[in-house]
């Protein structure tokens, strides 16, 4: 009885939502356009140390490679096979990755492109990653091997093959998301190629999948794809695990497909929440803080248990996607510390950290011309590693703000408080609020043009806690301020509005 009624829920997909984070860790970076030999590295020297759940890395399979424009970071978004090398290394280094982070707790869950292949116009030869031969004009991509049989194209009604209007599922589901093929995913063939591409790497140790564009993508072909899949590799994961899915839609209101399409299936990124973060942070349309004392279900975001949220990602930090203006992006470092922090200490979504790399911004008209620039690179192409300093930052053009103090800090403050409820809310009625978890953290933003000074009730017990935003705990001693908690739980609050970063964040486990 009972296991039928496991093998009833599991079934609908319940099981996919699960992100199988191990030692009580919550928290995901996107590590986007990593190479694998860095990732093995950082996945040892700072994620596990540091409390990261898992990595969600670029995609693995072999990609198109561009010379105009000169490599962009987007020819990953252009599969010409499942073979596994990438601009970010080879299948070995792959295969090295994964087992490196899976043994110090660290999964990784890879960025599924399934929806098409390479774009229409990608012509012929072996400018691809492994290079192996493709036709994109005859729709032929011999290492899967793939054909123009296995392409949507009969099936798209309008006139330029393209996904001209929003608000048709036919269209958006059959036609071409920017001339990149569309594969008939209804195809027995086709279903089979894809899972046993993303099988070969459950098998390798992956915890699951990002998968993208499923906005593009018939929620029942995915289904049938899902259920191809295998579970979890044993050798880290428990028997009958099922793959994480979280999938790409963009749902910001107002298209005919929704994100709730595809809740059992798995988790859904919630693109409202960074939109709306951003416009909170930056005080635009005449957003306050103290208004997001209902944040999550409460501002008509999705069902906590199907969302993935974050700040802003790699599409829209760069103005692909959606979102707009309002996304705030490691350009707005004290905004984008402070948006990452409220994210972190909320106990709303799955959380995901971006990690990015740095590009010379060039705006025409409020568009950016150099939105296509790849990672940091030698002028052959090849991605340069990540260099990394005894003060933590990374060099050579790669941001890491997951190693920001602040961010990496409040990632550790979510694994603290994790499980515990949101509670203790105070705010000014303007852009200062603090709020707890449990009797496990307390956080305290001013977000306003003028000093905070309050005495709040922070639910944790009596004792000196030292501020994990202006330094941290490094043995018994404090780095950055000190916060008196009494016996009753109180403690006073001064934050400047001109403090290099205007809020305060205390935990169980940095009380001195
Ligand atoms: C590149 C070139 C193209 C060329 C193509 C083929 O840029 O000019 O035609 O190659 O040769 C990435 C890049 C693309 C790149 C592609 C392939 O972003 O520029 O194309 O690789 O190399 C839609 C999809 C969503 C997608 C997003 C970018 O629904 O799935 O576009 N994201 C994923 C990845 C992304 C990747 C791909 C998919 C493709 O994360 O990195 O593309 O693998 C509306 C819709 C959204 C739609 C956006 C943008 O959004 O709702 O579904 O996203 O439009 O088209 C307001 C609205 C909001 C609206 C938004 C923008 O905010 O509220 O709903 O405006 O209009």
């Keep these: 009885m009972k296991v039928l009624l496991l093998v009833a829920l599991f079934g609908l997909g319940f099981a996919q939502h699960d992100p199988h984070t191990r030692n ?16 093995a590295a950082e996945c040892e020297r700072f994620l596990a140390p540091n409390g990261y759940a898992g990595v969600q890395i670029s995609p693995p399979n072999e990609h198109i490679v561009l010379n105009s424009p000169w490599r962009p970071w987007w020819q990953r978004y252009q599969p010409t096979s499942y073979k596994l090398c990438s601009r970010s290394g080879s299948e070995a280094e792959l295969r090295d990755m994964i087992t490196r982070c899976n043994n110090v707790g660290v999964n990784i869950y890879v960025d599924a492109v399934i929806n098409h292949m390479c774009g229409a116009g990608g012509g012929e030869g072996t400018h691809s990653s492994c290079g192996n031969w493709f036709s994109a004009s005859k729709k032929d991509f011999p290492s899967v091997p793939y054909t123009s049989w296995d392409f949507n194209d009969g099936k798209c009604k309008t ?18 998301l920017v001339g990149l093929l569309d594969l008939a995913l209804e195809k027995e063939y086709v279903r089979g190629k894809v899972a046993a591409f993303m099988n070969t790497l459950i098998d390798m140790g992956v915890a699951g999948f990002r998968v993208d564009a499923c906005k593009h993508m018939w929620p029942g072909d995915l289904q049938s794809i899902y259920g191809r899949l295998n579970n979890l590799n044993t050798k880290w994961f428990s028997a009958g695990s099922r793959p994480f899915i979280y999938q790409e839609v963009i749902d910001l209101g107002g298209e005919a497909i929704a994100a709730k399409d595809y809740f059992y299936l798995g988790r859904v990124t919630e693109f409202k929440y960074g939109a709306k973060l951003g416009n909170v942070i930056r005080k635009w349309n005449g957003e306050k803080l103290y208004y997001t004392k209902n944040w999550g279900e409460g501002w008509g975001f999705m069902p906590n248990g199907n969302a993935v949220v974050f700040v802003d990602n790699h599409d829209n930090q760069r103005g692909h996607g959606a979102g707009g203006a309002s996304i705030v992006t490691f350009w707005d470092a004290r905004l984008y510390k402070m948006a990452s922090a409220y994210m972190l200490a909320h106990p709303y979504g799955v959380a995901r950290v971006m990690s990015s790399f740095r590009w010379e911004r060039n705006f025409v008209n409020g568009k950016d011309q150099n939105d296509w620039i790849g990672p940091p690179s030698y002028s052959d192409g090849s991605t340069k590693p990540v260099p990394v300093y005894a003060d933590q930052t990374c060099g050579d053009g790669w941001v890491c703000e997951h190693r920001w103090r602040q961010i990496k800090n409040m990632v550790i403050f979510r694994n603290v408080v994790n499980g515990q409820p949101h509670a203790n809310w105070w705010d000014n009625g303007s852009n200062q609020v603090a709020f707890g ?15 905070l000074d309050v005495t709040l009730n922070t639910g944790l017990p009596g004792g000196t806690y030292c501020d994990v935003i202006s330094g941290q705990k490094e043995g018994s001693r404090c780095t950055g301020k000190q916060i008196t908690v009494g016996s009753d739980g109180r403690a006073h609050f001064w934050i400047s509005n001109a403090d290099e970063d205007p809020f305060v964040a205390i935990h169980a486990s940095s009380k001195l």
């Design 437 to 451: 978890r449990g009797n496990r953290g307390f956080i305290v933003f001013n977000n306003d043009d003028w000093a």
């Design 159 to 176: 006139g330029s093959g393209e996904i001209e209007n929003y608000g048709d599922i036919y269209q958006v589901r059959d036609c071409r």
């Design 24 to 39: 009580g860790r919550t928290a995901i970076v996107h590590l986007f356009e990593w190479r694998w030999a860095d990732i």
